[in-house]
């Protein structure tokens, strides 16, 4: 062969070469945070990225003008929800919290599963395809080259089960002493077994317990019955769905929580049907009761996307029993329209229906309950305005205890209210409420304010506080409390975190009206599996009094 054949044939091979790389889509595998929730965010890529359901990414912050191995660990989350061009993620873990601009990686396995699939569909092409049987070879071909890595959410099991030891000594007249031994479990347990049955939550369950001279529950035992655990079925190619537990009725959370479950049947793509029934555990229930049963029927119609207009509707008709002899049956309402970031209206509403002469009613037909309403916009991302409207017919009958912990903020403010969220430079956010409650009974409305004050990283030190101070007076009763929280990882083994509040209240629910308390808890992770935890309260009221210490030891998995 002549040395110039030889040359054009090498030229036209790199050529070649050279343009199959070309085709060849290069391989990303960060992403950034464009937007935070709550309990979700949305990442900047999608399925033109190689994103797909069930994906775990890492999400780091990088300090401005920092290399890439000073980034901070934030936490992980998973892909749920893909469009062209963005992702919605679940958020699994957070060792502090989520912002806008933090980056998102995607794991080894996952980057090489998006890798194997571009190049797949983008380098083995096929100029014609002729067949004469059924299927389409270039597919089946593609199927059998893709390697078949299994989802990481198929058997993720997580979890951390642990005893409790604690001790309660009373300062007041009785001067007596407890002590109780108790199971702890955390769970996050996703497709086990390779089904879609997902067992997640929280529980804390007493073995033994001696008595005390105290009056009523502590307060952390009452913290311990917020919490949720069950054991839900979602598979997104069956018409059922299912759960089982301590958990919200997830198309009715306004019902708050219930020791039972729920069964539903999605009827195509925006319609779902079911049935649920439990007792009601919460004491942060705005008509909590003891001993109370409930049970009824809903429908859910759903629509829209993330990335859009999403709105979401629940009605139902449910009936309750205390010590099983009949109380109320009502009608629920929920309502909700969400456009991207920028406008959010959520609205439930009860509406029972009396018999007169039966449990004090005296009159009959249908009559408003309870009603919330709120109304968020967010025209930039570092501001944000509430308008909300709380109405209760009835005088609401939560445990008062929890008033300066913040987990009854949205009872505390009856009426019309009004707030205001700013986020500020070097991790600072401003937020205040105020409002005001005119009742039949009086001349002139009463007012409620709250504001408080977030720092997210105290001066580079990683502490994270929030300050908060509110004063209210509504139908219940009429009273202020302050709070205060303080936590801090040192490492990824040590956690540190302090609480305390002063409330003063008056009202004919309770005798507890000037309270102090103050609480600190430590968790140290000495192992990969072994946590070693410990904590302190002291508490300070006119009907309760006492100290109360816990030591655990937990195993995680």
């Known amino acids: 062969m002549r040395a110039s054949t030889r040359r054009i044939l090498l030229i ?8 199959l790389l070309a085709q060849t889509p290069e391989l ?48 992980v ?36 599963t998006v890798q194997s699939a571009k190049t797949t569909s983008n380098v083995r092409k096929y100029a014609q395809v002729v067949t004469f049987s059924p299927g389409d070879p270039l597919e089946e071909e593609q199927r059998e080259y893709v390697p078949r890595t299994r989802l990481p959410e198929v058997n993720h099991l997580r979890g951390r089960v642990g005893f409790e030891y604690d001790t309660i000594r009373d300062r007041g007249n009785s001067a007596s002493s407890s002590s109780q031994e108790s199971v702890v479990v955390r769970a996050d347990m996703t497709r086990i077994g390779g089904s879609y049955w997902n067992f997640t939550g929280y529980w804390r369950g ?32 069956s018409s059922y769905v299912a759960g089982v537990g301590r958990l919200l009725l997830p198309w009715a959370s306004s019902l708050n929580t219930i020791d039972g479950g729920y069964f539903g049947r999605k009827l195509g793509k925006k319609t779902t049907l079911g049935v649920f029934g ?33 709105y979401t509707t629940t009605v139902g008709v449910a009936i309750t029993r205390r010590n099983w002899l009949a109380e109320r049956q009502f009608l629920f309402l929920e309502n909700g329209l969400f456009l991207q970031r920028y406008l959010s209206i959520y609205y439930n509403l009860e509406a029972d ?13 249908p009559v408003l309950s309870r009603s919330f309403l709120t109304v968020r916009v967010q025209p930039r991302r570092f501001i944000s305005f509430d308008l909300n409207h ?3 017919r009835d005088i609401p009958t939560f445990d008062s205890h929890l008033i300066s912990t913040g987990l009854l903020d949205q009872l505390l403010f009856q009426g019309l209210s009004g707030g205001v969220r700013v986020d500020l430079p070097f991790r600072v956010s401003l937020y205040t409420n105020i409002g005001k409650d005119k009742r039949a009974s009086e001349a002139q409305p009463s007012w409620n304010r709250m504001a408080g004050v977030t720092l997210n990283r105290i001066w580079k030190t990683g502490v994270r506080a929030d300050f908060r101070l509110s004063h ?13 929280s303080i936590s801090r990882d040192f490492t990824e083994q040590l956690h540190f975190e302090i609480m305390g509040g002063q409330q003063n209240i008056r009202s004919l629910l309770t005798q507890q009206s000037d309270v102090r308390w103050i609480t600190a808890s430590v968790d140290w992770f000495f192992s990969t599996h072994f946590v070693l935890g410990g904590g302190l309260m002291f508490y300070r009221g006119e009907v309760q009094n006492y100290d109360q210490a816990v030591i655990s030891v937990g195993y995680r998995f």
Not at 12 to 19: C, E, H, I, P, R
Not at 207 to 222: K, R, V, W
Not at 476 to 483: E, L, P
């Open 390 to 392: 709380n109405y209760f």
């Open 206 to 237: 007493q073995m033994n317990s001696n008595q005390t001279g105290i009056e009523g529950q502590t307060l952390t035992d009452l913290l311990n019955r917020t919490y949720h655990i069950g054991l839900y079925y979602n598979n997104p190619r």
């Open 77 to 112: 989350v998973v892909v749920t929800s893909v469009a062209s061009n963005s992702a919605l993620c679940e958020i699994k873990s957070g060792e502090k919290e989520f912002q806008r601009g933090d980056l998102a990686f995607l794991s080894p396995k996952d980057a090489e």
């Open 278 to 310: 439990g007792s009601t555990p919460d004491p942060t229930a705005w008509n909590y009761q003891p001993n109370r049963q409930m049970g009824g029927v809903f429908t859910n119609f759903e629509g829209g996307d993330f990335d859009h207009l999403r």
């Open 472 to 484: 209210f007076d509504s139908s219940y009763g009429k009273g202020s409390y302050k709070a205060i």
């Open 12 to 19: 036209g091979w790199l050529a070649g070469t050279s343009y």
């Open 28 to 75: 990303r595998t960060t992403f950034q945070v464009k937007y935070v929730t709550p309990n979700s965010l949305y990442l900047d890529g999608g399925r033109s990225a190689g994103l797909t359901e069930g994906m775990e990414l890492t999400v780091k912050r990088l300090p401005l003008g920092q290399p890439l191995m000073a980034a901070e660990l934030i936490g």
């Open 353 to 365: 229906q009396l018999t007169k002469g039966r449990l004090g009613a005296t009159s009959s037909g």
